[in-house]
């Protein structure tokens, strides 16, 4: 084994060679020698400005084996590849679910109930001290992971991940019924309900179910009477965004609302369908209000 010569006087980590500690020190400063010239952003990696060039490029090196689809950085490709090997996976003897090696003892905590590590600020518990870590740079302000192509920060490795597929492309989860892609696996398993007809999201006041916990939230201000959504102009109070966007043509004297049969028009739904009595009309209305 090399011997360790250079040490980082801020971290505490050591390296074996200079080149390794300088490409180490920048981490712990804003020094950013390496500017692209096409558009003049600025890196403190050599490597990273070469990925960077890749984009005014359009160069896409590295290319699946099974697939076809090509990456920009190895990185990328490595990630994306772990669809087909199965790699750094294991299966819990317990419930048989298989996920990623590094969050095996993160997955037997559910069976176990068991989390050992603490934070001192707000007593929450983690089954692992990477957990805790993570956990504690909410509390810190710190965001070690920076994107290259925008320079945003994030708490973690994996928020990264998904950010750069808004600059990659990247669609690695696609739907087994209809192939449409996606770029996170947890919006696939939200799409993968419009073929199954699941609603996991239960009222328990009036039971009526949702296949969406977005939509499950909006609905539950309705038991509550919570009203987060305010007209700054009269400060009336809404629960749903769609119902404050209606109140607003009151100010506006906005009237997207027709009647179909004398084409007078209103700012609000109720208001035409209030109309429509005269003419006791009973067709659907062309325009419809979403949340």
Do not use: W
Request: net charge positive; hydrophobic share 25%; glycine share 2%.
């Amino acid at each position: 084994m090399a011997e360790t010569l250079f040490k980082c006087e801020l971290c505490d980590k050591s390296f074996s060679r200079l080149s390794y500690f300088h490409f180490h020190e920048r981490s712990h400063t804003d020094e950013k020698s390496f500017t692209c010239e096409l558009c003049d952003k600025s890196f403190s990696h050599f490597s990273n400005l070469c990925s960077h060039q890749r984009i005014h490029a359009g160069e896409i090196p590295f290319t699946c084996e099974v697939c076809d689809k090509s990456f920009s950085q190895v990185s990328f490709l490595q990630s994306h590849q772990q669809i087909y090997t199965g790699e750094n996976l294991f299966t819990c003897e317990v419930c048989s679910k298989a996920a990623q090696s590094s969050n095996v003892l993160d997955h037997q905590a559910n069976h176990t109930g068991e989390k050992p590590f603490k934070c001192d600020v707000c007593e929450k518990t983690f089954a692992t001290s990477t957990r805790l870590l993570t956990h504690q740079r909410i509390h810190t302000g710190e965001k070690p992971f920076r994107c290259e192509y925008c320079e945003m920060y994030f708490i973690q490795s994996s928020d990264l991940l998904r950010h750069q597929r808004i600059h990659t492309g990247e669609k690695p989860f696609m739907c087994e019924v209809c192939n449409r892609a996606f770029t996170q696996s947890s919006t696939l398993m939200q799409h993968r309900r419009i073929h199954t007809g699941e609603k996991p999201f239960k009222c328990e006041v009036c039971k009526k179910s949702f296949s969406r916990s977005s939509n499950f939230r909006v609905h539950q201000r309705i038991h509550i009477g919570e009203k987060t959504f305010t007209c700054e102009m009269c400060y009336k109070s809404f629960s749903r965004s769609s119902a404050l966007y209606e109140h607003q043509r009151l100010h506006t004297e906005e009237k997207t609302f027709t009647c179909e049969v004398c084409n007078k028009d209103f700012a609000q739904l109720s208001g035409l369908l209030n109309h429509r009595h005269i003419h006791k009309v009973e067709k659907p209305l062309k325009h419809e209000v979403c949340d």
